[in-house]
């Protein structure tokens, strides 16, 4: 049995606090379970360099944890005076993940940078992260419609991210801190309402696994992807 | 007339939220009207190097803010590499100011480390931070007591903290970014609700003030402090 | 047609020079055509701290670019007194994939630290990192076991890697860096020649893709990986 | 009885080489005691960024301690690669109390930066480099006047810096190392000859303090800050 | 007797493999011995900030060790964050000495930089490198030559280095790492073929030496840079 | 001419201040014309790593300049959070030059570091270092001494240091910085009074230099190296 009688293919029980910060473009904390996630979208007029010259826009994101986000304090990155390697690569793929979901084009030549710090970590930061991240994207290309910066929304589909793993010989959805760390495969999948794939990621720590397993567990993120990606709507509004 | 409408003499709207990080031995969410810090409260069995070989404890404080806390986004310190001076000597001045509020040989060979993060910054992120930290600090002993680790409670008395200033001739309590920007003498009251002095940073960029402003400024301030000194009493439960 | 008349479904051709760096306990020079990766494997009597009190060993990776293995050249790393993000996230994924095809507990307590610099740089440095860097530490093993520290050969199977890419709508092998910056959709997919996945990294930069063409792109990966396995095996002799 | 025979409100034997380092444009060796700190005033045809598009001027201070200015060596901050926080938070309260001496208009669209290098270190090092830093100062608003640069003088008046404390029961003046490490109170004031606060900083680490000893404290800084005051303006000349 | 029976005046094995990464403008990897180092010059049309608004061009050169290229692995520079004082040293040397082969004017206003990273270390990288460094310095000359960039040859000699010293009593030629660990006296030595010095560097960790040892030391030093110069000239075809 | 009318072969003025920091081991702050360097040994009982376990001691050295030693202000190192190529260069010159001079296993477990701190510039900061600090040093042996921790002067001889250079087709002695920045030649040479080499580095910036015009350079400096030589035993009295 999972904790707290979950079934396998049972999400955590998932909340949208949408406009947390309410001076910043988007905002939104978002929760699954134990882990919250606070994102943050803002609206800067600049482009990075590799776009000068044109009319397109970017999506950037940046990932932190509180220091006591965990069972235990972590130092501070800021007192490290350095992101760690985990930090870097999350933030990375958040910001990926994103720009997925928009067109850079009708965003213009602006940028719009999300900001997902980890209050509360049990298992799951990354994908709340780019869930979350997505809603307060969306957020914030609806304030700059309503007040005519852009014309046409730029955002073309909800992208919405979740992990699956096998553990104890089972497919499980949605793992939590306790599940993730004894997981034999470990998978985050990154993807659509549709059942399209934006991104995949899949590590056997240690082990292998099968081409049957890989699609059972797309078969249960996409089943819960379908779930998040009709949240995420209703949190936008 | 003040924003809001408020009185010369009088706080903004304060709100404790216990408990908001569950896991952590102390954690409280305050704001004071639109500056929220998060502070969190680790305890460690461990002492800082300058206490080996004694029996007393050490209380410390960290100290960041969100990169999206202010009205236009800031560079996140984690990925500069480098946290700024002004935030170093905050976290200095907090964990200054809650030393004083305990007793360090009955809190015994151990560390407890206040995180203070802001959500959102509208000036006094500071003395919020000294304000929320005694709160998490007091609840973290109540749990070690409650644990038996330490027998005695070693808070002697609580210590809150609160800015006031000269603005427009008007000498003005708890002061939000806008009066803060503009004023002539900016000074930062720790204290204890007896009216004792912890700390008393006064400042007049570009000014000087004299010895009968200062006292109009400690007056106010401590008409603050016991306010404040009451709510968190409360807050702790 | 693609460039230098390569078939989809065809690998670069590929070379290994064993015992590029005598001295060292494994090393391989491999190129995958213009792809040129030097992957050195160092034991060392440690280890890692989360491993203390056990008898466990560890593989760990670096990698490294020299600037001018690219067409215009690249800031030293070292000069900049950091590894990049993309650094970062590359050395951790050859970490843990080659630790997939070793037995730590049979490694003994010891470090095996596989070093991949990148000479020249032509598309697919990660993958043709995982494919020499299982070369030098198999190597590294069987030197260990010929100076009779370790009794059994802790390696369990090859891991091999290959990239696969969408470009013009058609699922192609091997992308070369002028493919590679092209492509719809780019996967990393570091398996074994029995057709179990190590590890798949897909991404659609600004796309989505479909399982079916998850599917086609895996299909063609392992062709490729039982390719590469073979090589594997006669060069290490 | 205090070290050498001095009576509480007595300041230690004080002396000003002026032009210690002639090539630049203001300059001083100022000793307090066993304290002594070079200070070095360099004027520079460029203003901070926040200051762009205006005619106003700057000053700014920087402050070091050579590595064997006190009785054991400290670790040089250069080949640390920080400045430490306590090094930080001097250099901006240098900063600050020096803009409070001088019309930033009347200066001109240039920055003056003030270098405060402790030679030798035995207690009160802030405030010698502000009132040193003061004399190098009005030294270099001198010569940019003789040199045509500026019509006016922009310094407005004297600002010097002490430091009091409460030790044994005592209120006592210009404390040396030995004393501040002992001190119950510790308080740094700046101010001027007609005794207006430039800033006051006190602290009382792990205790508390009464409003009666603050106005104790101030009433002996400013007896002090009067003879420093003349003993700057003689320097000068 | 010297190791491998080598005579005190006898160069190591020198072997040079010019065009080693074939899409930079110059390149060659050079070895004596068991000492090997890659060394690639890159143009880029871009000057220096200390020759802006000139017609002038830069050549320098940066200097790197791979982590096995020793006996026992070293840390990696781009992983520690920091260059060494070691590395520094050697890469000022190799572009101090190189720039005295070329006529800056000729070059014109673009910047030649030549990485030298050594794949394996036995004694000797840095004079490896100046002569190594030479050799792609010219290539690329005749590359850009041969593009119609410049006119006119900007290579006014060949510079070559070696070391010397004094061990057991007696003078040898190119030390490998067991003996230079082991010398009394060390010396660099960057010349030209007709005899004349460019740089000279000598050292007696702990030891002094006299003028006709110095002598001595240089008359087998240019016996061997005319070696090594008539073996570069050939290198470079 | 030189400048105020030197002759080739003549020193600047040389003056020394021993025991400008009293309570250090050994100091003096050492003047050659306008270059100004305080030099300042510091005794600690503790070993480099690399002599654990012996009865040998360390002699080590730190170099750095003041802000405004030169005719514009540098930005401080500390503040740049890195000592540049030169500072490293120095400081290891500086401590090898020094270990020339002394029994390290006369002078025991324990650690010996000179600072050398540039107060103001003007050429030859680096052999007034070596000068100065031999004189540092010697005093730190003697207190040493006097104090019962060591039995025998572990000092062998003076070690002292000159600049000489080639300008307008004359070698001079001894240049200061305007000389400096325009000699073709520039040698620092460090020795002893019997004429002795401990270091000699030579370098011809983009030009070369004859066997001949070394020994001329040679005979120039060692001239001025028993004047100095004189001097620093007068200094250490």
């Known amino acids: 049995m999972r904790p707290e009688g979950r079934q396998n293919d049972e999400l955590r ?47 950037t994101a940046e990932y932190g944890m509180l220091p006591r986000a965990t069972q235990t304090r ?58 979350g991240g997505f809603v307060a994207l969306a957020m914030a290309c609806r304030r700059l419609r309503s007040q005519g910066v852009i014309i046409q929304d730029p955002i073309k589909f909800p992208v919405a991210a979740i992990s699956v793993g096998i553990l104890d010989g089972q497919v499980r959805l949605d793992l939590e801190y306790e599940e993730d760390s004894r997981a034999d495969v470990d998978m985050n999948v990154i993807g659509t309402a549709k059942g399209d794939l934006v991104e995949v990621q899949g590590t056997a720590e240690g082990h292998v696994f099968s081409r049957a397993q890989l699609n059972e567990l797309l078969d249960m993120a996409f089943k819960g992807i379908r779930e998040i990606a009709a949240a995420q709507v209703k949190a936008i509004g």
Do not use: Y
């Not at 910043?24 to 929760?31: D, P, R, T």
């Not at 943050?40 to 360099?49: D, F, G, L, N, T």
């Not at 350095?82 to 213009?108: F, K, M, P, Y």
């Open 74 to 131: 972590n130092k501070r990155e800021a007192a490290k005076g350095q992101q760690t390697g985990r930090t870097v690569e999350i933030q990375r793929l958040i910001g990926r993940s994103l720009r997925a979901s928009i067109d850079l084009d009708l965003l213009g030549p602006r940028t719009v940078t999300i900001d997902c710090d980890v209050l509360q970590a049990d298992g799951g930061t990354r994908t709340a992260s780019i869930t």
């Open 13 to 59: 029980k998932m909340t949208f606090e949408p406009n947390f910060i309410p001076h910043a473009e988007g905002s939104v904390l978002v929760s699954f379970g134990r882990t919250r996630v606070l994102c943050v979208a803002s609206v800067e007029e600049k482009q990075p360099q590799h776009l000068t010259g044109t009319q397109k826009g970017w999506v």
